[in-house]
């Protein structure tokens, strides 16, 4: 190989690692755009705004869809925290998105999610069923409140039933540890509240009675 040669290979080698750089930050750029969606799409449904949080989670799907024609040529794009941490936010969203909507779970295959970033959201979205449970609490709602705890309690239960994979899966030890206390809260809050109103309405019944008479 002359000298011309191996600087022609050089180059080709030098502007092809340009190019991987550049589609290196661009799905950077993509990916925490991602997450911003996912997590906007999150507070439109707490404010039960769901054709707007619809939309968001349209875009966001987008977004990885791009990834993903990507990664045909960049596989190790898919390797990278941001675009797991997006793939997790995303998850969250869109699991809570249809408990809210349809009463129902989503799973990885439906929303193209890879498996363990599919696991890992799903553990975060107990801390947003606490959120609307304590919405619900506020509004009067006990028994939305109660349905929250309901599906907190299946979810948790079944992550940590995953034998092996629970402890296979990075991360998911601590949030499985961090979710148990936020579901021991959540059961003590609307245990109290359920209490509580209860008591009003034995209280309406008996100062009804006494009026009756």
Same mark, same amino acid.
């Given at each position: ?20 750089e550049e589609v290196k930050e661009e799905t950077q ?8 969606? /996912? ?7 707490? $404010?039960?705004?769901?054709?707007? /949080? ?54 990885? $295959? ?60 990075p991360g998911l030890r601590r949030k499985c540890d ?36």
């Open positions: 190989m002359n000298l011309l040669s191996l600087k022609k290979l050089l180059n080709k080698v030098r502007v092809e690692l340009k190019q991987k750029k993509n990916m925490r755009r991602a997450t911003r969606l /996912a997590k906007q799409a999150i507070l439109l449904i707490h $404010q039960r705004k769901l054709e707007e /949080a619809r939309k968001s989670l349209k875009e966001t799907e987008r977004l990885f869809s791009t990834l993903t024609k990507l990664a045909q040529k960049y596989p190790e794009l898919f390797y990278s925290g941001i675009v797991s941490a997006a793939f997790q936010e995303y998850t969250e969203a869109q699991v809570l998105f249809h408990l809210v909507e349809k009463g129902q779970f989503i799973g990885p $295959q439906e929303i193209d999610v890879p498996l363990i970033d599919y696991v890992l959201g799903l553990a975060d979205v107990i801390g947003e069923l606490r959120r609307r449970a304590l919405d619900m609490l506020r509004k009067g709602d006990v028994k939305i409140a109660e349905k929250c705890l309901e599906t907190m309690e299946e979810i948790f239960s079944e992550l940590t039933a995953m034998d092996d994979a629970y402890m296979l899966i961090v979710a148990r206390h936020v579901i021991e809260t959540t059961r003590g809050e609307i245990t109290i509240e359920s209490r509580r109103a209860s008591l009003e309405r034995s209280i309406r019944k008996l100062e009804k009675a006494i009026t009756m008479k």
